[in-house]
């Protein structure tokens, strides 16, 4: 049974930082790609970043570039999503989804696997 659970949410003030991460149990991490997404009070769910299952290869949206960084480690069947500079706009539920080998810059219906999310709050 694939599981997928983030941690690592919160309140944050505006220019903070936080690291979310991704747990993953079930599933051989280094053969999936795997994403974060993110969705605010009503708005659509939005792919923020994801990172190949080759490991190598990165997607970040244009409103997290140069603020947001995605990594794995195999070795913890873990992604991790650093996420700098934070802004009020950045509130929303972050959720973290598997995709076997997909591309690294998939639509979220190629995702096959999601987590609960994790809340990140940003205060001005």
């Known amino acids: 049974q694939v599981q997928l659970v983030e941690s690592g949410g919160g309140l944050v003030q505006a220019g903070g930082s936080l690291r979310l991460s991704c747990a993953a149990s079930?599933?051989?991490?280094?053969?999936?790609?795997m994403g974060w997404f993110r969705q605010a009070p009503g708005k659509e769910r939005e792919l923020i970043a994801s990172i190949g299952w080759g490991g190598g290869r990165t997607y970040y949206a244009d409103s997290v570039k140069g603020r947001f960084t995605i990594s794995r480690d195999n070795a913890k069947n873990t992604v991790y999503l650093q996420v700098n500079s934070l802004k009020p706009d950045d509130t929303a539920v972050y959720y973290c989804?598997?995709?076997?080998?997909?591309?690294?810059?998939?639509?979220?219906?190629?995702?096959?696997?999601w987590g609960q999310g994790t809340q990140v709050t940003v205060s001005s």
């Open positions: 079930g599933l051989i991490s280094s053969s999936y790609t």
């Open positions: 989804a598997a995709g076997l080998f997909i591309k690294y810059d998939s639509s979220s219906q190629a995702y096959a696997y």
